[in-house]
Nanobody, 120 residues
Framework: QVQLVESGGGLVQAGGSLRLSCAAS????????MGWYRQAPGKQRELVAD???????NYAVSVKGRFTISRDNAKNTVYLQMNSLKPEDTAVYYC??????????????WGQGTQVTVSS
């Protein structure tokens, strides 16, 4: 089992920045894919960005160039640096961890979420 605890959310004006952190309760070295998802009111949860164990990253089109995901395996933590925030970035942001071998998912963990609100 892995517990994921997000922090760093809050209220910010449009154009501002926030950095989200996701601290895992144990080593994330063996976790293939760590990601950030978000869910706005009335909308489905969507992938914001994820990072694989080898460092490859993937971003939603809507955040590319503004957000940066990174992972620090030594600290068991994944970060999401969010710059040039827009009101449409307002959502609850969730951290997720997935480990797999080939097509077989071996673990799938989620944090409780942290609220990000961007005012216009």
């Amino acid at each position: 089992q892995v517990q994921l605890v997000e922090s760093g959310g809050g209220l910010v004006q449009a154009g501002g920045s926030l950095r989200l952190s996701c601290a895992a309760s144990r080593s994330i070295v063996s976790i293939n894919d760590m990601g950030w998802y978000r869910q706005a009111p009335g909308k489905q949860r969507e992938l914001v960005a994820d990072i694989y164990s080898a460092g490859r990253t993937n971003y939603a089109v809507s955040v590319k160039g503004r957000f940066t995901i990174s992972r620090d395996n030594a600290k068991n933590t994944v970060y999401l640096q969010m710059n040039s925030l827009k009101p449409e970035d307002t959502a609850v942001y969730y951290c997720a961890a997935v480990c797999y071998t080939g097509p077989d998912v071996l673990c799938d963990y989620w944090g409780q979420g942290t609220q990000v609100t961007v005012s216009s």
